[in-house]
């Protein structure tokens, strides 16, 4: 009896000294870091930000988990340059890719005009394994090809699965997939690809379980090829067949999200893990009618309005972040590098970005300097300061200027009401737009001729 209650009481110190030590070592190491990017997922394409069509119970469940943003924006309005922005903490008028393709580029993949990440660019992998982080990328990458500067085996991560060129991503049946810097993987016939990209990521997490992680989730999901192995949550629908699979394919991003979560708890890292969850640039057009994937939002990606930016973004942090919060912080994925860095305890040298771990602990921050954005085919630009937002199609072009709080739709331009805010924005597109050969700036950008519309249409992605 005696001996008993003697064990008794040693196993109830020892678990003390467990419940003790454990969560001591959680707090004195940096989290693991998770960012999930969906690909042309629109604000209105997730439950939580108001859709009516699209079931999205994980995502939703992080949100009530999270926080959630109404006003974070996108690197760019379509892949390449958001990814170019999100991995470097640049913003596209200073970052090297601004846009999918760059004029007098070469890449030496199928002679398409594309520029890679340069030697010089640091990325936010390449940041937080130096801090000692394990470093996985799984899904699009974008941002050279094999046989580049841009691979991402020479920007950080250690492991990297998925598509490096932005066009083979279109293939969700494709032959193989690339590890690495260019090694390619073959692929069972008839596997859709997003399966292997996603149990490599779930996969890559266990491996690393003991130690902090980064992984980076760009997956392809639900950009086109618009095709899915079942679009049974949404086969009754009366829409067209392209609308229900990209309903399916948001839904089961979203089931993998459950599938993630699920792990994260399982594996015992969930106290000590936070999860982003967004996509890279506003909803391409055919969704906007029978979805309303734009949201309240006019235009789509490719374009600077709303509908091209806002993005949807959750972040999920246990313990830190108040659950069920919202939040109308204006920010981008241009700050994600220095909120990485941030949570690692990294020195983040990027002007560009700006950490919102404030934010996400519930303190007041002071608001953001102005986000800036440029496009190149055609050439715009963007800013957004507080309540304003403005765009212009050239830079002698007329500026036009919304409330995007009273008018989130922006279809009253104030710009003639307000001289001096159109003065100081004029001055920010100027300054913050610096010199490219690859990206010039364009005075009057040349309407679209016809037959160019396709062109672009396929580079597009
Ligand atoms: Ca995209």
């Not at 394919?249 to 969850?277: A, E, P, Q």
């Not at 091209?308 to 241009?334: C, E, Y």
Request: include cysteine; charge should be positive.
């Amino acid at each position: 009896m005696v001996s008993g209650m003697r064990l008794h009481a040693g196993c109830i110190t020892f678990l003390t000294l467990l419940a003790l030590t454990h969560p001591a070592q959680a707090r004195d190491r940096p989290p693991n870091i998770v960012f999930v990017m969906a690909d042309d997922q629109g604000y209105g394409d997730v439950a939580c930000y108001g859709s009516k069509h699209l079931l999205t119970p994980n995502i939703d469940q992080l949100a009530r988990d999270g926080m959630l943003f109404r006003h974070c924006y996108a690197g760019s309005a379509v892949c390449a340059p958001t990814r170019c922005v999100l991995m470097t903490g640049m913003h596209p008028g200073h970052c090297t890719r601004r846009d999918n393709t760059a004029t007098g580029a070469l890449d030496s993949f199928k002679g398409r005009p594309l520029l890679p990440l340069s030697a010089k660019d640091t990325t936010i992998a390449a940041s937080l394994k130096k801090a000692g982080y394990s470093t996985g990328g799984f899904g699009k990458w974008g941002l050279g090809n094999p046989g580049t500067t841009g691979t991402p085996d020479k920007h950080g991560f250690d492991l990297f699965f998925g598509y490096l060129d932005q066009v083979h991503a279109h293939d969700y049946y494709t032959s193989h997939l690339v590890r690495n810097g260019g090694e390619e993987v073959p692929l069972e016939n008839g596997t859709y690809s997003h399966i292997p990209i996603f149990d490599a990521a779930l996969k890559f997490i266990r491996d690393n379980a003991e130690k902090p992680f980064f992984c980076y989730l760009p997956v392809c999901l639900p950009h086109g090829k618009y095709v899915t192995p079942s679009d049974k949550a949404y086969a009754d629908k009366p829409w067209p067949q392209m609308v229900k699979n990209y309903a399916a394919m948001i839904t089961h991003l979203d089931s993998d999200v459950g599938r993630l979560m699920k792990l994260i708890k399982d594996i015992g890292i969930d106290d000590n893990t936070i999860v982003f969850y967004t996509s890279d640039n506003g909803p391409n057009l055919p969704f906007v009618k029978p979805l309303g994937s734009a949201g309240p939002f006019r235009g789509t990606k490719r374009q600077l309005t709303e509908g091209g930016l806002r993005a949807p973004m959750i972040v999920r942090w246990p313990g830190k972040i108040k659950p069920g919060t919202q939040s109308d912080f204006v920010w981008g994925h241009v700050d994600f590098f220095a909120t990485a860095c941030a949570l690692a305890g990294v020195k983040n040298n990027k002007t560009d970005s700006v950490s919102i771990v404030s934010t996400l602990l519930g303190k007041k921050q002071q608001q953001r300097s102005p986000l800036y954005w440029e496009i190149h085919h055609p050439f715009q630009q963007a800013v957004r300061t507080g309540k304003w937002k403005a765009i212009r199609h050239g830079t002698k072009a007329p500026l036009k200027l919304f409330d995007v709080i009273a008018d989130p739709g922006e279809s009253s331009n104030l710009a003639d009401d307000n001289p001096d805010i159109v003065k100081n924005i004029e001055a920010i597109m100027s300054r913050e737009h610096s010199p490219s050969k690859f990206f010039p700036a364009r005075e009057k950008p040349k309407a679209r001729k016809a037959g160019r519309k396709k062109t672009v249409k396929k580079q597009s992605a």
